[in-house]
């Protein structure tokens, strides 16, 4: 049974930080790609970061800079480090999974609230 498990959200100010990880369990973590996708009320989800099994990596434009995504093989885990929060970061927070032999996102888990208010 695979399973993602996300954690590290909550309600920070303007300017903060926060980190989220995903703990994967049920799959060969290091043969995936993991990917970090947000969805904010009335909006199409979107990719926010990506990296590959190697550790390249790709970022959407609203988060260059600001974003880290990094991964722990070992760990089963990723990470999205966020930095200079904005309002407009304010989303539910889905990490995702995809075999490097898949073009889809196969796997998914249940989602972390991010929300950036004063």
């Known amino acids: 049974q695979v399973q993602l498990v996300e954690s590290g959200g909550g309600l920070v100010q303007p300017g903060e930080s926060l980190r989220l990880s995903c703990v994967a369990s049920?799959?060969?973590?290091?043969?995936?790609?993991m990917g970090w996708f947000r969805q904010a009320p009335g909006k199409q989800r979107e990719l926010v970061a990506a990296?590959?099994?190697?550790?390249?990596?790709n970022y959407a434009d609203a988060v260059k800079g600001r974003f880290t995504i990094s991964r722990d093989n070992a760990k089963n885990t990723v990470y999205l480090q966020m930095n200079s929060l904005n309002p407009e970061d304010t989303a539910v927070y889905y990490c995702?999974?995809?075999?490097?032999?898949?073009?889809?996102?196969?796997?998914w888990g249940q989602g972390t609230q991010v929300t950036v208010s004063s």
């Open positions: 990296i590959i099994s190697g550790g390249s990596t």
């Open positions: 995702a999974a995809r075999a490097t032999w898949s073009t889809l996102y196969d796997y």
């Open positions: 049920g799959i060969a973590f290091s043969f995936y790609t």
